[in-house]
């Protein structure tokens, strides 16, 4: 896995240079020449541009890694064809997505990574200030246990609408909990909310999107299947076995899951029917059509 310095990418290759990078394959085609010889042509790119690569008499972990995988790091040797610059590469090794360092091949939320984890874990021990100190525990587990792991943490929350982006799921989770958050505080007409239930569907209503798309885009079965919401109530069931969760409050978390989009044409499963679903469906639509008119809502 290359290491990445600042001006350093496929954009700023030297030819006669070698070269290692980690790089997005957008396109791979396995040729022959006229004479029988077997190359790789393919197009590559990361966060700073895109580059034309060749491989001469790739070997069969090779052609896996360029047809069949969307991040491979890549060795060789930088040269030039029909007057722009290619890589000749001398190996390429397809990477698991926890091998990847996601910014340097994909746009990343500009928020400090690092600051939104600590976000995340505020928000969690937030669980544990009531008066049913088991209870509180049993549900900061389950909801740590959904939103730590690498494809929650690294997501994007969109394809392309709103923070289609690496980060950009926990990014936009942490702007509808804490904005949730506000408004159960500041709600002047006396309402009693269930912060438990606001903050755990807040935080998990697009968790289903981990298994809704690849990093890179790519619709998976599921988002046609099911869809995220559907999805992520499954999510939440089945690590709610885990653990010693009332039942009738992991209820009320699918209720905020299911309905987050707010009306059935708009995708929700169900419309809501509860304070709390209402709230985290209007504060995750603002927070989409926000940042769809520029103004972020950072965390």
Same mark, same amino acid.
């Given at each position: ?22 790089? +997005? ?11 029988g010889k077997t190359f790789i042509s393919a197009i590559v790119e990361d966060i700073t541009g895109r580059i034309e690569c060749i491989q001469w008499d790739p070997d069969e972990q090779t052609v896996d890694a360029f047809t069949r995988h969307d991040v491979v790091y ?155 919401? +559907? ?47 209402? +709230? ?20």
């Open positions: 896995m290359a290491e990445r310095t600042p001006g350093e990418g496929v954009a700023y290759v030297v030819p006669g240079k070698k070269c290692t990078y980690d790089v +997005l394959v957008k396109q791979a085609d396995v040729k022959v020449t006229g004479q890549i060795q060789g040797k930088v040269g030039t064809y029909k007057d722009k610059p290619q890589i000749t590469v001398a190996s390429a090794v397809a990477l698991g997505e926890a091998d990847i360092q996601w910014g340097h091949v994909l746009p990343a939320s500009p928020i400090d990574i690092g600051m939104m984890r600590n976000h995340l874990a505020s928000a969690i021990d937030q669980f544990h200030t009531g008066t049913n100190e088991k209870a509180e525990n049993a549900l900061a587990k389950v909801v740590s246990a959904l939103t730590t792991t690498p494809e929650f943490i690294n997501g994007p929350a969109a394809t392309f609408m709103h923070h289609a982006y690496v980060h950009g799921l926990l990014e936009h989770s942490l702007s509808v909990c804490e904005n949730c958050m506000r408004y159960s505080g500041l709600d002047v007409r006396g309402g009693t909310w269930d912060l438990d239930v606001v903050r755990a569907g807040a935080l998990l209503h697009d968790v289903g999107k981990v298994y809704e798309y690849t990093m890179t885009g790519k619709r998976l079965p599921a988002s046609k299947e099911l869809g995220h919401s +559907l999805i992520g109530c499954k999510m939440l069931a089945m690590a709610a076995m885990t653990e010693d969760v009332d039942p009738e409050q992991i209820t009320k978390i699918e209720h905020v899951i299911a309905s987050h989009h707010g009306r059935q044409e708009w995708g929700a499963v169900v419309e809501p029917q509860t304070a709390e679903a209402w +709230l985290v469906h209007a504060m995750d639509l603002a927070d989409s059509r926000l940042f769809t008119a520029g103004k972020r809502v950072e965390p």
